[in-house]
């Protein structure tokens, strides 16, 4: 059973100092207002993720934040696949859904950062196992995201935070605080539909044992 442990850590977490590079996320593009590029935070407060939405213990306030992954496959995984059952063998998954959504995965450049880091190793100083902070369902997500609360409270120097993927561990993610980033995120322009990336959804799926649902 995975132990409900809630902030403050024994010590603070470490920042990891990351470099300027290409990321990558699954978001909705509405195909008539072209809202939601893929540049843009979210600082709608509505939603019900792991360390989003925030709100500023001082007034309320959203804290914008935006989700990325380090590779193709980690952002479907996270995303497209982010509800695939464990254990996950037999899983079909509902390829016909993904074709009707507006999902699009984009490319995007993101400045220097430095970021509380919440790997493995980072997570150990403090005390804390992975599982913790990544294993629970939907219904442990108000407590993960005081996690991520506090470090926007009590680490001023973070940018953001810095994971292993739950769901595809070969790629890392992150989370930024938008009031914390001055330099712009760069869409690279390269948005697709995830119809386009079939063949990679196939391609996790198998590494689950799970595949698609059969065509009618």
């Keep these: 059973?995975?132990?409900?442990?809630?902030?403050?850590?024994?010590?603070?977490?470490t920042l990891t100092s990351v470099a300027p590079t290409t990321?990558?996320?699954?978001?909705?593009?509405?195909?008539?207002?072209?809202?939601?590029?893929?540049?843009?935070?979210?600082a709608s407060?509505?939603?019900?993720?792991?360390?989003?939405?925030?709100?500023?213990?001082?007034?309320?306030?959203?804290?914008?934040?935006?989700?990325?992954?380090?590779?193709?496959?980690?952002?479907?995984?996270?995303?497209?696949?982010?509800?695939?059952?464990?254990?996950?063998?037999?899983?079909?998954?509902?390829?016909?859904?993904?074709?009707?959504?507006?999902?699009?995965?984009?490319?995007?450049?993101?400045?220097?950062?430095?970021l509380a880091n919440?790997?493995?190793t980072g997570l150990r100083g403090p005390g804390i196992l992975p599982s913790e902070?990544?294993?629970?369902?939907?219904?442990?997500?108000p407590r993960t995201r005081k996690w991520a609360l506090w470090i926007w409270e009590n680490m001023p120097a973070a940018q953001?935070?810095?994971?292993?993927?739950?769901?595809?561990?070969q790629s890392l993610a992150v989370m930024l605080f938008g009031d914390r980033i001055s330099a712009p995120i760069v869409d690279r322009k390269q948005s697709r539909h995830v119809i386009h990336y079939e063949d990679l959804i196939v391609e996790l799926l198998a590494e689950m044992q799970a595949t698609v649902c059969p065509a009618l």
């Design 1 to 13: 059973m995975v132990r409900k442990k809630h902030p403050p850590p024994k010590t603070p977490f």
């Design 45 to 114: 407060g509505k939603g019900n993720a792991r360390f989003s939405p925030l709100r500023r213990p001082d007034n309320n306030e959203v804290i914008p934040t935006i989700y990325a992954a380090q590779s193709h496959r980690g952002a479907i995984a996270e995303t497209v696949l982010h509800d695939v059952p464990f254990p996950s063998s037999g899983y079909l998954h509902d390829l016909e859904r993904d074709r009707r959504s507006s999902l699009h995965l984009s490319e995007v450049g993101l400045p220097a950062l430095k």
């Design 133 to 141: 902070l990544f294993e629970g369902n939907k219904s442990d997500y």
């Design 118 to 120: 919440l790997t493995a």
């Design 160 to 169: 953001g935070l810095l994971w292993m993927s739950k769901q595809d561990t």
């Design 23 to 42: 990321w990558y996320r699954v978001h909705p593009i509405d195909p008539i207002t072209r809202d939601y590029p893929p540049d843009a935070y979210n």
